[in-house]
């Protein structure tokens, strides 16, 4: 699988159509990967200004693709989200930055690059598949809930100050139980085994 265009791969995930999403450190492309054709291509180009960057997750509610970004004609970081049927079947499509709930939600006016929030490198995102909860680390911060409709943040889940699991950091996903054959669960009762971490204890962010 050839990554040109990539440069540092820095937020990825999988969604139900079975292909990978990619895109890198500083890029502003999302990459498409489809493991049974074996083919990599460019789904969606931003333009405008802003940039896509730290890590990608498909929102089980609206379907659409949510990502860690920084914001146009700023520093900030915060979420956008583009619409699954731009992400899912385009090639080489463009579109401009939209924050995550449209530009009234509370995310447009969030900033997770401050010290009460995810400090300076917010680097994790995941949705609960099960009810579409959201959930946020940043770089040796620790796990946090996030309000989906008011941006708000919860309590520390686990990391930096728990006595446990510090120094946390870079990605996030959600992985759920397989079941036996005719035992499968309803629809929104698929059970979570675990928030799965990568890369625990690094806590140093690459410049």
């Not at 990459?31 to 200004?49: I, M, N, Q, T």
């Not at 099960?130 to 040796?140: P, R």
């Not at 989906?148 to 006595?163: E, K, P, Q, S, Y």
Request: hydrophobic share 40%; net charge negative.
């Amino acid at each position: 699988m050839t990554t040109a265009g990539l440069g540092i791969i820095d937020g990825m995930t999988f969604w139900a159509d079975g292909n990978l999403y990619k895109t890198g450190y500083g890029k502003s492309e999302i990459y498409r990967y489809d493991p049974v054709a074996d083919v990599f291509e460019l789904a969606v180009k931003l333009v405008g200004g802003g940039e896509f960057r730290s890590d990608l997750a498909f929102d089980p509610v609206t379907g659409n693709l949510v990502g860690l970004g920084i914001e146009p004609g700023s520093t900030d970081r915060t979420l956008f989200e583009i619409p699954a049927a731009t992400v899912l079947t385009g090639i080489g499509n463009t579109y401009s930055w939209a924050y995550y709930g449209g530009a009234t939600s509370a995310w447009a006016t969030k900033v997770l690059d401050i010290g009460t929030e995810l400090g300076g490198n917010p680097d994790g995102l995941a949705f609960d598949p099960t009810n579409g909860d959201l959930f946020m680390t940043g770089d040796g911060t620790g796990i946090y809930a996030y309000d989906r409709t008011t941006a708000v943040r919860g309590g520390l889940i686990a990391g930096t100050g728990d006595g446990a699991l510090n120094g946390l950091g870079f990605d996030l996903a959600f992985q759920t139980r397989e079941v036996p054959i005719g035992d499968i669960p309803l629809p929104g009762t698929l059970a979570l085994a675990m928030l799965a971490l990568a890369a625990l204890g690094l806590r140093q962010r690459r410049s």
